[in-house]
Every structure is written in structure tokens, then in C-alpha cells.
């Protein structure tokens, strides 16, 4: 059993098929982050006709490894293909500013809402699970379409979102049923564990958006994990927020996720690992660590292919916690404004009150 990599041209037809390469390395990862794929070439395969941009599948068993753009084609002295890779960044090539106006709605709705307004993206939504969690209002202004999904899955109470190769958006609950049930055999087996308390955070400012001219602004902090970690604060940038119970729902989601230590872990698989999609969750029973006996489930975080004539292997990265990106908080720890650096102030103008002190909620001229 061997990979199978085709090679398709901007117009779709079939222009290459390797079968199989030399070597093969492939990495896809959960949310909207990057996938990659090099391909080391035979030297029968050092002629194909291949260019940058053209579209490259990888499969092996049925499985696809990588679909994406050729982005890098390495060859020697005499012009002979040596190597080739392919990149597909969802988060550049898949997005789009979104805006929209949401009361009175649920997550569900408004997801859905998102996705229907899209222009370019090829990211669909075919709604598997209920998400009725209600929202009283919800402003997405020229927000990246990512930001805005996991935004959305923080207010259904942390839910994991992923992408397939075609665009497709899973959008499922936390707890969901595992995809896949691994029984630990230290002869095909190798999971690695360690703990980590470098993404911790326990003491946060949300600046939301603009209400009655003011800024929405909310701070809180979780104060057993301040007395054991230190002081270690954050801002975070939610501008959709402006309501108190929208901004309650972010902060138990927040609280329940980003202050505490988190377990770094990879599951080595020696075949068959290739069946597991990025996104997935494994439920690892008979696991020596880090409890002996004791059943877990994981989410895949990223999956990674080594493939070679002499061994295969199938590393599966899991995911610290419910994040749906690089860390939990990669969406919401800078501005999303666009080109706009003075969002707030261009918004309520240059001077404002300081409502502690006054009964007015009048701008000074």
C-alpha cells in the first residue's frame, strides 16, 4: 500500500500521476489553520509536467492526505524535479470579511446567517446538532469569517468547529461521541505527555463594541487560578459584544478554558492512522498515561503522515483543551478592524465623559 499524489492543471484535467513518490510528509490541521504536503520524487517522475499553482491531491488507502496548491517545486542542476510541496491556508485563501446585524436570535441562526451571506469563500454549513443557545444582539462589522466562527462556538458553550479539503464547516458540540476508539497497544503505540502553563490566563479586559456612544468595557478575573499561577493578565478584542448576557456567555466559556495548565500530547500510530481527520476526537482507552487504565478522549489537532517504501507512521497531535485554533485564544487576543487603528474613537469621538463620576451620558463637544 502506497500513497497516490495527481496532479490536476488550472483547468481541472489530469496532468500527472505519481505513484508512489519516493517520500511522502503531509501535516493538516484542525479550524481554518494551514495544511501541508512535500513530495520527494523518484527519478522516473523527474519530468512530469507540473507548475506552480497547479492542484495537488495525495491519497493513500482511500484517505486524502492533502488537497491543495502546488506552491514550491525544488530541481537540480539540469532542471530535473527533484521535490514539490503543496500549501492550502484557509485563513487567507478561504477568507472573507463578514457583517451582519443579529437580535433576538441563536447561535445556530446566526451562524447560518454567516455562512449563507458569504461572497467568495467556499466554506458551506449543513447543520448537524441544535445550537439554541440565545443571543439578544450580535454585530459582526467587516469581522473575518473565521473570527466570527469561533467567536460563535465560544457562545454555544466552547464548540468544536473544523474544515474539510472542500470547504464543508463541522460545527458540533463538545460533547459529542468520539469519532474514533483506539485501544492502547504498546506494540503499535506511542503517546507522549506533557504539561504546559505557558498559555495561561486568569485576568481579563473585553473591550466590546459601542453602546450609547460608550465603549463596552468588562473585566473579570479567576481567582483560584491567580492564587496558584500569579497575576496573568490579557485583553481580549470582542467587538461584536455588547450586551451583558452575551458578554456573560464569553466569560464562562473563557473562564472554564484559559486558566489552567494545559497537557501537551501525540499518539504515534504505526498504520491505519491516516483514517483520522484532523478535527476528530479519539477515545483512547487501556492508556498508560496519565492515569493508567483510565479512558480519555482527544481532539486531533493535527494529523501528520510520514511515508517512505521502508515504514509508515501516523503522529496525531491532540489538542490542549476545546481550542479551535493555534491556542485558545488566538482569535481574540488582537484588533479585527481592518485598516482602521482608532475603531473605538472614530466611533464615539475624541472626547468622552467618565461615567463613574457624572449622571450624564452626554459627549463633551
Known sequence: MHPIARIYDAD?????????PRSVHAVSRLGALSAECRLELLPEDARI??????HLVVSLAGETLFDGPVVELRTDSLGRLLS????????????????GRYQENNVGAILAGVIEGLSFSPVRYTPTHEFDAPIDALTFD?????????????????????LD??????FRPSSVAPDHVVYFDPRHHALKVWQ???????????????????EFVRSFDDPESIARYGLLPMTLFVRPV??????ERLREAIVSEATRPRLNKYLDVRSGGWTVRAGDLIELRGSPLPAPGQDQVFRVKAREIAWSPEKARARL??????????????????????LDPDWVRRRVGPFQLDFSAVDSSAQLA
Open 12 to 20: 481541472g484535467r489530469l496532468t500527472a500521476e505519481i505513484a508512489p
Open 49 to 54: 509536467p507540473v507548475s506552480h499553482h497547479d
Open 84 to 99: 514539490l510541496r503543496g500549501a492550502l491556508v484557509p485563513e487567507r485563501d478561504w477568507n472573507e470579511r463578514v457583517t
Open 142 to 162: 467587516q469581522y473575518p469569517l473565521f473570527y466570527a466562527i469561533d467567536l460563535l462556538a465560544k457562545l454555544a458553550g466552547n464548540a468544536l468547529w473544523d
Open 165 to 170: 479539503w472542500e470547504g464543508a464547516l463541522r
Open 196 to 214: 504546559s502553563d505557558e498559555p495561561i490566563r486568569n485576568s481579563f479586559t473585553a473591550r466590546g463594541g459601542i453602546v450609547a456612544d460608550n
Open 242 to 247: 455588547n450586551t451583558p448576557s452575551v458578554y
Open 317 to 338: 497531535w491532540f489538542a490542549e483543551g476545546r481550542e479551535n485554533a493555534a491556542s485558545y485564544l488566538r482569535y481574540l487576543d488582537h484588533e479585527h478592524t481592518g
